[in-house]
């Protein structure tokens, strides 16, 4: 009864320091009647409840908007990381000390970054401070919103009696609307997406701090942008399992990159005119020590959303270069090593001058490196940092590979300015290419159009002899794939590149033989 009583004084202390404000209002009945009464007794009481609803009236304060007043408690509108924790550790504390809920909500902007390119700094500057106002408008006036970084809104609700997954989710939707509606700033009309994440108090264990409560909302926003442009994500006791699991996984691929664990295995290219090595491709590997050899599809993503690919590219290029300058000094006849490049690796800045570096370094000249690109960069990116650094590396002298051709839509244009060398079919047009008619009608005309275009062409996933015999036949340059080895480590690769010569030597002399 005494907590009760306590809680309900904490009501009125809060309604005294506020005002009266919105529905919250209406929160406060109970309190008032359970005070009026353990004041005054019953009269008091029946005072209490008739007055009250006229006072609510007459002020008609009832849901008054923010109005894009500045942040009303005494934070300016850009917070730092240890700001944002105080200020959401005051509001759990708040909403506590009157039993009532409080929420976090993070929205993350996209589309700065193009406004700033093509109108400059100020008309990005410009949309955030629209942002932070729209924001504003669509919450209520004791209701809090700050910026957190460029692209980053963080907003805290006043304590408030309902605060479900409903009605987050609907204010969220408003918020998400408010922002996203098309912006007239000088002359042109500029367009922002959000991605909303959000964590509400009734979902969080007694003793969780505020901080907590802001760091749930920001694993609630980045499961968000995974799911984006445009998506909304509460915060859930599945996903922090899921966030730790992945924070731990995190932390073991970054050791893992470190300690040298992941490195590159490589598959050998043939061309299928001479039948000799004409490349090899190098594909990640992590040598775990108890869960033996790891494939790419299980940790790759992991890196991504760490933001560490470039530093798996660093990795996988020199061991790559000090493996071809390894089989060169063992006398082995193998051109080129190719590397694949993700979309994040070619957006960086001086990634041709860290190359053309290693290169050097390696005493090795440009032709000797593969870029593998994905036919979905090429064609998603015709201009900015990723269409220059391709551009440059072939210009560099470095060959350009255009990877899992036919999965993406790189127009014959893009074919021509990225200075694409060789195009990749990929492995669903060369499967059973020998036993089905329209794969082998299809696999013919890529082929053909890639000949008209003067680029060379390699078969990817060649398992069986006969789709190597039948792409042999239709003029296929290349072929990689399990049915003529599949990736090994370096040191292997010496032992099978002699073996391959020695077979094709023994093949051509029983050719000979049989003339
Ligand atoms: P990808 O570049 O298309 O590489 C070819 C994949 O097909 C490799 O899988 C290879 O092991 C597999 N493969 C080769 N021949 C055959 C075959 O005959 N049949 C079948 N079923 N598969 C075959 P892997 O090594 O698991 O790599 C998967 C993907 O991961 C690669 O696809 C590439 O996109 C990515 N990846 C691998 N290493 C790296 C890396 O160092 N950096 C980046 N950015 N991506 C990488
Ligand atoms: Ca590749
Ligand atoms: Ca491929």
């Known amino acids: 009864m005494k907590a009760a009583i306590n809680a309900q004084i904490g009501k009125i202390r809060l309604f005294l320091h506020r005002g009266l404000n919105g529905p919250q209002a209406l929160a406060f009945l109970p309190a008032l009647a359970l005070a009026a009464f353990w004041l005054g007794g019953e009269t008091f009481l029946i005072a209490v409840a008739l007055g009250l609803p006229a006072v609510i009236l007459l002020t008609g304060n009832f849901a008054i908007p923010n109005n894009g007043q500045s942040e009303p408690s005494g934070y300016s509108d850009v917070v730092n990381n240890l700001t944002a924790n105080k200020m959401a550790d005051a509001s759990l504390s708040q909403s506590r000390a009157v039993s009532m809920a409080s929420a976090c909500i993070l929205v993350e902007v996209d589309g700065l970054e193009e406004i700033a390119q093509r109108g400059g700094d100020a008309a990005a500057e410009a949309m955030r401070d629209l942002t932070l106002s729209r924001l504003r408008n669509t919450l209520r006036r004791d209701d809090r919103a700050v910026r957190m970084s460029d692209s980053r809104f963080l907003i805290l609700l006043a304590p408030s009696i309902r605060l479900d997954l409903e009605a987050l989710l609907q204010l969220s939707t408003r918020l998400q609307t408010s922002v996203e509606e098309p912006a007239s700033l000088e002359n042109s009309m500029r367009y922002l997406s959000a991605s909303i994440g959000f964590c509400g108090s009734p979902r969080l264990p007694d003793d969780a701090t505020g901080a907590q409560m802001l760091e749930s909302a920001v694993v609630a926003l980045n499961e968000a942008i995974k799911n984006g442009p445009s998506a909304i994500r509460a915060w859930s006791e599945n996903m922090r399992a899921a966030h730790k699991e992945q924070q731990n996984l995190r932390t073991e691929v970054d050791r893992a990159l470190a300690n040298g664990q992941i490195q590159p295995w490589f598959q050998p290219q043939i061309c299928t005119s001479t039948g000799s090595i ?32 470039e530093r798996l590219g660093e990795v996988i290029l020199q061991h790559s270069l000090t493996a071809l300058r390894s089989w060169d000094q063992a006398g082995l006849d193998i051109p080129r090593v190719s590397v694949n490049f993700s979309d994040s690796e070619l957006r960086e800045p001086n990634l041709v001058q860290k190359i053309q570096w290693e290169l050097d370094r390696f005493g090795l000249t440009p032709p000797r490196l593969g ?104 003029g296929c340059d290349h072929v990689q794939g399990f049915g003529i080895a599949r990736p090994m480590p370096v040191d292997q690769m010496v032992d099978w590149a002699k073996e391959h010569a020695n077979r094709i030597e023994g093949a051509q002399r029983l050719g000979r033989g049989a003339k």
């Open 278 to 309: 004409s490349g090899v491709e190098a594909l990640a590997r992590w040598i775990h020590p108890e869960r033996g050899i790891v494939p790419p599809a299980q940790f790759l993503r992991v890196l991504e959303d760490a933001g560490r690919m």
């Open 371 to 474: 870029i593998e690109v994905l036919e979905t960069v090429i064609a998603g990116s015709p201009e900015g940092s990723v269409a220059r650094n391709i551009v440059e590396l072939g210009e560099l002298g470095c060959h350009i590979d255009l990877d899992d051709f036919g999965t993406g839509h790189a127009s014959i244009t893009a074919l021509r300015k990225f200075k694409v060398h060789r195009l990749k079919i990929d492995r669903s047009f060369v499967t059973r290419v020998d036993r089905d008619e329209d794969q082998h009608r299809m696999l013919a005309a890529v082929l053909g159009m890639a000949d008209r275009l003067g680029l060379e062409t390699l078969a990817e996933g060649v398992e069986s002899v006969g789709e190597h015999a039948l792409l042999s036949q239709l």
